[in-house]
């Protein structure tokens, strides 16, 4: 039986939102390992249809540098530039896609070689205004509807929206949780759809409770009639 070899590269931030007037900021890899490993940075448009991620590459985005070598213990920085001359009038949304590249040491060696691949979400926002209140972000704009099995989201509000602990309770305060981490993304502008498990029973005297973003604790989602 073959030995793995250990993935060892780790990410930071794990989420960037660069302000009107920010320009550049900053992305860090870091090794764990004993060994050197390289990695890649590629940087893609985000936008959703038909209740789907869709991922384009783009350049309104530069990673400096695309390609890293990374000693063992040591950590690169890379700087992610802001390549759009004009004001985005509504939030912008990309993904940077890290990918650990093979070792060539590594594969000449006896093994299987465990590769990490990070997917970082950036959002170019259109104003520093907050719409959170004691660490509770506001819902205004966003709208809830259920039908059998399925829970549509829309996103009208000028930002995004992440949500995660995704959980069902019942008239009886009985809280069935749905997905323990994150339940996805609603773009500015967009919806998604999300399935309900169908052992769930989902009744009027029920609600869908939610993290928002990074508050500090859930949510009611409001269901609209």
Request: proline share 5%; net charge positive.
């Amino acid at each position: 039986m073959t030995q793995a070899q250990a993935a060892s590269l780790q990410v930071a931030p794990i989420l960037l939102e660069f302000s009107p007037q920010e320009k550049v900021k900053e992305l860090w890899l870091t090794n764990t390992g004993d060994e050197s490993i390289r990695a890649q940075v590629r940087v893609n448009a985000w936008t959703q249809s038909n209740d789907q991620d869709v991922l384009t590459a783009s350049k309104d985005l530069i990673a400096s540098p695309m390609v890293l070598s990374i000693p063992a213990g040591q950590r690169q920085l890379v700087r992610l530039i802001r390549n759009v001359k004009t004001v985005n009038t509504t939030e912008q949304a990309y993904r940077l896609i890290v990918d650990e590249l093979p070792n060539s040491k590594a594969e000449t060696q006896s093994g299987l070689q465990l590769l990490l691949k990070y997917s970082i979400p950036v959002f170019f926002k259109v104003s520093n205004s907050n719409d959170t209140n004691q660490g509770i972000t506001s819902l205004k704009g966003i709208s809830f509807k259920y039908t059998p099995h399925t829970l549509t989201v829309s996103n009208q509000s000028d930002h995004y929206k992440r949500f995660s602990q995704f959980a069902y309770i019942d008239a009886q305060g009985k809280k069935t949780l749905i997905q323990m981490g994150l339940m996805g993304y609603v773009l500015s502008g967009q919806r998604m759809q999300w399935n309900i498990p169908n052992h769930i029973n989902v009744k009027p005297d029920g609600k869908f409770v939610a993290v928002v973003n990074m508050d500090v604790r859930e949510q009611v989602l409001p269901l609209s009639p």
